[in-house]
C-alpha cells in the first residue's frame, strides 16, 4: 500500500520553534582596505524565513559566505546550533565541510551544481554528510552498504516528489531549464536534512511565475518541513510576503531589523532605497506596508 | 427510414448466467477470489512501480466503502471524484458503487462554475479531491453547493494547515471504514450482493461543445455490455497492459480501464505525473490504448519536429522505410497481404525505421490503438498505419457508452468509422442522422427528462445529432454534427470539421475553424478559417528563420508566420474541390483555452462561443478587409482579466503552395 504522506524528517534542527537558532555577534569583514561588514549583529530563530535585504555591495553574501565558512571575519562571531543537547557550534572558526556537517546548507547566487550529473545524482550529492561507509562493503554492494544506499535513496525520492520534478529525474542538470536547476540546488540542499538553509538570491533571474513557483517551494520546505531558512533577496514582493523577519543591510551595517511591517515602516530603509532613486518600489511597497 | 445493415445481436453467454458477476464491485471480488495475489494496479511512485494486488484491491474497496457507509452514503447518492489518475480515483469509485451509489468525474482542470454546475445538480455530499490545488478550488465554491458535507483527500501534502471541518484525509477515512469492517464483517459483501445491474454506476459528463454539460447516468448494465460487445470483435487478455492516463471523467477511460479491465482482469497502470506520462507510457509498452485524436496528432508532431532536427542519413532511412511501410499498410488495411518483394523489403524498414519510431513513442507493443471522441485526419491516420501501428477509429457518444461503431483488424478505412460492434443496431434517419440502439443505451439525463426525451425518441433510438452515410462497404462515413454542415454559394454540403482536419494536418497548426459557405449573413460566401499556431513547433521553425519573437501573441502576429500558415493552408487546399477551398485566413492572438470556454476539457472547439466571441475578426474575413483591430480580454488563471487593442492581419491563401507537390506525412519542411 502507497502511503501518500511523507515519512522523512527533513529538518536538521531539533530545538524548539521560535528559540535562537544562530547568532550573528558584531562581526566586522574587511578585504584590504574595503569594509565589507561593520559589527553586524542579527539573531536568527527556529522556524522563520529570515530575509536579508538591502542595496547592491550592502554585504548580503559576504555575510552569507561568513556564515558558511568561506570568509572570515575579522572581529566578531557566529554562532549556530541545531539541539540543545549538542549546543553552539562556532561558525566563525570553522572549515566549510565542519559547518556543512553541523546542518548548515546553502544555495548559491549562480547555480553551483555538477552539470554532467543527473538531477537524481546531483541531490544525492546532498546525503554525502550522512553516509557511513566502509570500503569493503561499499565495493561489493552487500549488507549495510546496500541498506543504507536504497535508505538514501528514498529520501531523494521523497525530495524529487516535493519539488515536483519527477520528470527531469534522470536528466542532466545542465540541459534544464534555469528554474529548473534552481529547484535542483534547493533539493541538494534539502538532502543534507539541514538545520538551517542559507539561500543566496533563490529566485534571481527567474521570471514572475517561476518565481511563484519558487517561493511556494521555499514556504512549503520552511512551513511543513519547518526548515529555518536564512535568505538574500532582491524582490521586494516576494520578501514581504514570505519573511517573518527581515534585516536590512546597507554599506555594511545593520540598518534595520523587524517583522516586514516593522521593517518597511523604518524611515532608515526608506532612506537607504529612495534616497538613491534606484528602488522605488520598496517604497511603494514600504508604504502600503506600513498601512 | 432505412435500417442498416446490423451485425450479429446475440448477447454474450456470460450474461445470461444467474450467478455471474453483473456489477463492478461483484467483478472485482471475483478477480480478488481467483487471483489473490496478482497485481490489479501499479502506480510509479518515488520512481518505483508500486503494486496493489487483487486482494489488496478488494480489501481497500471494502473500507471506503465501510466509511461511506458510516457517513450514512446509500443508494441513490452521487459521489464526485475531482482529481488524476489515481488508484484511490477506483477506491472511490468502486466503493461508492458497492454501497450503490454513483459516482460522477470532474475534469481536474475545471474551475469555479463548471465544479459547482456538476455539484449542485448531481446533489452530492460527498467529494474525493486529489490535492491541495483541488481542495483549494472545492473550499472556494462550498458555499454554492449546499448539499456538500465533505472533502476526502488524498494527497496530503500542503493541506497539514488547513483546519476546515469539512476536509477529511483518504488515509484517515479509510482507516475509520477498517474500523468499522472490523465490527460487521459481514455488511461489505451484503452490500455487494445486494446490487444489481441496473443500479447506476457511473455519471458522465457530456462534452458540451454546445451547451452546459449534461450528466448522463450509465448503469452497470450498460457498461458492461459495451465491454463485452467490443470484446467479441477485439478480445483483449489479463496479460495485456494498459495506462491509465486519460480523465476518468471521461467515457472512454471508464470503458478501457472498468467495462473492459474488470471483466478480464488486466494489470492497470497510472503515471507518476503529468508531465512525467510519456515516459512511464514507453517504461509499460501498453497492449491497448484508447485517446482522443490530439493525443495522436501530438505523437505525430513529436516524429516530425524530431526528423526535422535529424540528420540526412536518418531521415532518408526513414523516408524509405516509410513509403514501404506506407504501401504494406495500404494493403494490410484492406485485408491483403503485401507483394514477396515487398514483404522482404517491410521486414528491413521494421528494424531500420518502423520499430524504432514505435519504439520512442512507447508504441511498440501496442496491439490496438484507438482514436475516438473527435475526428481523426485521415493522413494522420494513414502515418500509423504506415508506421505500424494498428490504429482504429471508435465512433459512439457517452450516451451509448462511448463505442457503438469501430473499426475491424484489416479493415480500416482512414475516411470512415467502421462498422457497428456487435449488438448494436444503426440506423440513418431521412434527415441523414445518424441514430443507435443497443443495450448500451444509458438511462437517461440526471434531472432532465426533456433532453432525455429528445435524446432517445419514443423509440429508444439514440439521436446522435451527427450527420453521415453508411458507404459500398458498409462503413459508416460520419460527415459532422448536422447542424454544422455548411452549404457553398452554390449550394454544395460540406463538413467544416473535414476543412478543418485538412488543415490541422500542418504540424504548425493547432486548431483551425472553419466560418462562410453560407451565402448570406456575417460569413459571407468565401471559406475562410481561424487558425491558432502550435507554438512549439511554429518556435521551432522560428528559430530556424533565426526570427526572435517574444510571446504568443508576437510569434502569431509575425508576417512571416503567417506566410507559412498561408502556405500550409494552400497546401491542404490542394485535397479540396475547388468550391470548398479555403480563401482567406486569420491567425488568432491567443490559443483556444478551456479557461475561456473556448474549447472543451476534452479539446473540441466550441464553435458557437468562437464564432460570437470572434464575430467581427469573422466579419471582417468574410468581406476580404485586410486587416482587423479587435479589443482583446484576457482572462488570467487567478480569475481577473484585462483588455487591450489588437490588430490582425487577414491574410489571403495562395493558389498554389511556394513549393508544389505533397509533403510526406513525416517531414516538416
Known amino acids: 500500500m502507497i502511503d501518500r504522506a511523507y515519512r522523512f524528517e527533513l529538518n536538521g534542527s531539533r530545538l524548539e520553534p521560535g528559540t535562537p537558532q544562530m547568532q550573528v555577534d558584531g562581526i566586522t569583514l574587511w578585504f584590504g582596505g574595503v569594509r565589507a561588514l561593520t559589527d553586524v549583529s542579527l539573531e536568527v530563530a527556529q522556524g522563520d524565513i529570515h530575509a536579508i535585504i538591502g542595496p547592491n555591495g550592502a554585504g548580503k553574501t559576504s555575510l552569507l559566505n561568513s556564515a558558511s565558512g568561506l570568509y572570515s571575519p575579522q572581529e566578531g562571531a557566529i554562532r549556530y546550533r541545531r539541539s540543545e543537547e549538542e549546543g553552539w557550534h562556532q561558525l566563525t572558526s570553522s572549515k566549510p565541510h565542519r559547518i556543512a556537517r553541523y546542518g548548515v546548507a546553502r544555495s548559491f547566487q549562480n547555480i553551483e551544481l555538477f552539470r554532467h550529473l543527473t538531477v537524481l545524482q ?24 546496500r541498506r543504507q544506499e536504497i535508505a538514501h535513496r528514498e529520501v531523494v525520492e521523497e525530495i524529487i516528489d516535493l519539488l515536483e520534478i519527477q520528470s527531469h529525474r534522470h536528466q542532466a542538470v545542465g540541459a534544464l531549464a534555469y528554474g529548473i536547476q534552481k529547484r535542483v540546488e534547493l533539493g541538494r540542499a534539502l538532502a543534507m536534512e539541514p538545520g538551517l538553509l542559507l539561500l543566496d538570491e533563490p529566485m534571481a533571474g527567474m521570471n514572475s511565475e517561476e518565481k511563484e513557483d519558487m517561493a511556494r517551494y521555499i514556504l ?6 519547518g526548515v529555518t531558512t536564512v535568505l538574500i533577496e532582491h524582490d521586494m514582493d516576494v520578501v514581504m510576503d514570505i519573511s517573518d523577519h527581515v534585516t536590512v543591510l546597507n554599506f555594511g551595517q545593520v540598518i534595520a531589523d523587524g517583522t516586514p511591517t516593522e521593517v518597511s515602516a523604518n524611515p532608515a530603509v526608506i532612506e537607504a532605497y529612495l534616497g538613491n532613486d534606484e528602488d522605488e518600489s520598496l517604497g511603494a511597497t514600504a508604504r502600503e506596508g506600513a498601512q | 427510414m432505412t435500417d442498416a445493415p446490423t451485425a450479429d445481436a446475440t448477447p454474450a453467454t456470460t450474461a445470461s448466467d444467474a450467478n455471474a458477476p453483473s456489477t463492478f464491485p461483484q467483478l472485482l471480488r471475483r478477480l480478488a477470489a481467483e487471483r489473490p495475489d496478482d497485481i ?7 520512481g518505483i512501480w508500486q503494486p496493489i494486488t487483487w486482494s489488496e484491491y478488494e480489501q481497500r474497496v471494502a473500507h471506503v466503502a465501510h466509511a461511506f457507509g458510516r457517513a450514512g452514503l446509500g443508494p441513490g447518492d452521487i459521489v464526485a471524484v475531482l482529481g488524476d489518475n ?80 469539512m476536509l477529511i484525509d483518504f488515509a484517515v477515512f479509510e482507516a475509520e471504514g477498517a474500523e468499522d469492517a472490523r465490527q460487521r464483517p459481514d455488511w461489505f459483501a451484503e452490500q455487494v450482493d445486494a446490487r444489481s445491474e441496473s443500479d447506476i454506476a457511473v455519471i458522465c459528463t457530456t462534452s458540451g461543445t454546445t451547451s452546459r454539460p449534461k450528466l448522463a447516468t450509465l448503469a452497470h448494465g450498460n457498461l458492461l455490455s459495451m465491454g463485452r460487445q467490443l470484446m467479441v470483435l477485439d478480445p483483449v487478455t489479463a496479460d495485456d497492459r494498459y495506462v491509465s492516463f486519460l480523465p476518468f471523467a471521461w467515457i472512454g477511460e471508464q470503458m478501457l480501464t472498468l467495462a473492459v479491465g474488470l471483466q478480464v482482469g488486466q494489470t492497470i497502470s497510472f503515471p507518476e505525473d503529468a508531465e512525467t506520462t510519456r515516459i512511464d507510457l514507453r517504461e509499460i509498452g501498453p497492449d491497448v490504448m484508447f485517446s482522443p485524436p490530439r493525443i495522436w496528432e501530438s505523437m505525430l508532431s513529436d516524429v516530425q519536429v524530431r526528423l526535422g532536427e535529424a540528420g540526412w542519413l536518418k531521415r532518408t532511412m526513414f523516408g524509405w522505410g516509410y513509403t514501404v511501410g506506407d504501401r504494406v499498410a495500404e494493403r494490410r488495411v484492406r485485408g491483403e497481404s503485401a507483394s514477396a518483394l515487398d514483404r522482404v523489403k517491410h521486414a528491413v524498414a521494421e528494424v531500420v525505421a518502423l520499430r524504432p519510431i514505435r519504439e520512442q513513442l512507447g508504441l511498440r507493443r501496442l496491439n490496438r490503438g484507438y482514436t475516438g471522441g473527435a475526428p481523426l485526419g485521415p493522413d494522420v491516420f494513414r502515418f500509423f498505419h504506415a508506421i505500424g501501428v494498428n490504429l482504429k477509429q471508435i465512433y459512439g457518444q457517452t450516451e451509448i457508452c462511448g463505442i457503438a461503431v ?141 526570427l526572435s519573437y517574444s510571446t504568443y501573441t508576437d510569434l502569431a502576429g509575425k508576417p512571416e508566420v503567417a506566410r507559412l500558415i498561408a502556405d500550409e493552408t494552400s497546401r491542404a487546399n490542394q485535397d479540396l474541390e475547388e468550391a470548398i477551398r479555403v480563401r ?7 490559443a483556444f483555452d478551456p479557461d475561456d470556454d473556448e474549447i472543451t476539457r476534452t479539446r473540441k472547439v466550441r464553435r458557437n462561443i468562437v464564432s460570437d466571441r470572434y464575430d467581427e475578426i469573422i466579419a471582417a474575413l468574410g468581406r476580404g478587409d485586410d486587416s482587423v483591430t479587435i479589443l482583446s480580454k484576457v482572462t488570467y488563471q487567478d480569475g481577473t482579466s484585462a483588455e487591450r487593442e489588437l490588430t490582425l492581419e487577414i491574410v489571403t491563401v495562395p493558389a498554389e503552395p511556394a513549393e508544389a507537390g505533397r509533403r510526406l506525412a513525416w517531414s516538416v519542411s
Open chain 1, 220 to 225: 512549503v520546505v520552511n512551513q511543513l518541513r
Open chain 2, 86 to 165: 489515481r488508484p484511490e480515483w477506483l477506491l472511490a469509485e468502486l466503493a461508492a458503487q458497492a454501497i450503490g451509489a454513483a459516482v460522477v468525474g470532474i475534469y481536474p482542470t475545471s474551475v469555479g462554475a463548471e465544479i459547482v454546475h456538476v455539484l449542485t445538480y448531481a446533489e452530492v455530499r460527498f467529494v474525493v479531491a486529489e490535492d491541495q490545488e483541488q481542495v483549494d478550488k472545492l473550499l472556494g465554491i462550498a458555499d454554492q453547493v449546499p448539499t456538500l458535507e465533505r472533502i476526502v483527500y488524498y494527497q496530503p501534502h500542503g493541506l497539514e494547515n488547513y483546519t476546515s471541518p
Open chain 2, 584 to 590: 482567406r485566413i486569420v491567425l488568432l492572438h491567443k
Open chain 2, 406 to 546: 469501430v473499426h475491424a483488424d484489416d479493415d480500416v478505412k482512414f475516411n470512415t468509422v467502421g462498422r457497428p460492434i456487435p449488438g448494436t443496431e444503426l440506423r440513418i434517419a431521412d434527415d441523414g442522422e445518424i441514430q443507435l440502439r443497443s443495450p448500451a443505451i444509458f438511462g437517461g439525463y440526471l434531472h432532465n427528462e426533456e433532453a432525455t426525451r429528445e435524446a432517445l425518441g419514443e423509440d429508444g433510438w439514440l439521436r446522435t445529432g451527427d450527420a453521415g452515410y453508411l458507404d459500398d462497404d458498409g462503413h459508416l462515413v460520419v460527415i459532422d454534427r448536422a447542424k454544422d454542415v455548411l452549404q457553398t454559394a452554390a449550394g454544395t454540403m460540406f463538413s467544416p470539421a473535414f476543412i478543418e482536419n485538412k488543415i490541422k494536418f500542418s504540424p504548425f497548426v493547432e486548431e483551425a475553424v472553419i466560418f462562410g459557405g453560407t451565402g448570406e449573413g456575417e460569413g459571407g460566401d468565401d471559406i475562410t478559417a481561424l487558425i491558432t499556431i502550435d507554438a512549439n513547433t511554429v518556435g521551432t521553425w522560428a528559430e530556424h528563420e533565426k
Open chain 1, 122 to 145: 546531483n541531490i544525492a550529492l546532498g546525503r554525502h554528510v550522512h553516509l557511513e561507509n566502509r570500503l569493503l562493503p561499499a565495493l561489493v554492494w552487500f549488507g549495510s552498504a
Open chain 2, 40 to 46: 490489479a494496479l501499479q502506480e510509479k511512485r518515488y
